[in-house]
């Protein structure tokens, strides 16, 4: 087994035995083959449900490395990323990424991100009621920042 892999599949064990959240974990690595952070799964022990491995994890490595930009790191993760997850690989600028287990695993013990997979294809609906209201004002942010050389990440 790969390394990087091994410690994220610990992470994840050691996670879900603590009841801290399912089965996963992810690894943070420099191009180097130094380990930057690690995480696991905390969805049940933090009350989150962003808490995932692969956003702890990133979160854990921008902390230790004090930057927002993952552009030089690696990311190594026991489970295909869902959509969040990958949301945050690409906000990280992380251009690779080791996975063990895919969606359908997970799907098999019953997580369900296929309904968001679906709703991304357009071939489902999910039941929120999304609504625009106070555009104006909302958008005089984006001006103001903008006009204050605001930075772009």
Not at 21 to 35: H, I, R, T, W, Y
Request: charged share 20%; proline share 3%.
């Amino acid at each position: 087994m790969n390394k990087y892999m091994q410690i994220a599949n610990e992470k994840a064990q050691k996670g879900m035995l603590n009841n801290e959240g399912g089965p996963f974990g992810a690894v943070v690595v420099d191009k180097d083959g130094n380990v930057i952070a690690t995480g696991n799964n905390q969805v049940l022990k933090n009350n989150d449900p962003t808490a995932h491995a692969e956003i702890q994890a990133i979160r854990n490595a921008c902390n230790v490395l004090n930057t927002y930009d993952l552009s030089d790191y690696i990311l190594y993760t026991s489970c295909e990323p869902c959509p969040m997850c990958f949301c945050a690989i690409a906000w990280a600028n992380i251009k690779k990424v080791y996975y063990g287990a895919t969606r359908d695993d997970a799907a098999q013990i019953g997580f369900r991100d296929s309904a968001l997979y679906d709703y991304l294809k357009g071939k489902g609906s999910l039941d929120i009621n999304m609504v625009q209201i106070d555009h104006d004002e909302c958008n005089k942010l984006f001006e103001k920042y903008k006009g204050n050389n605001g930075i772009i990440y």
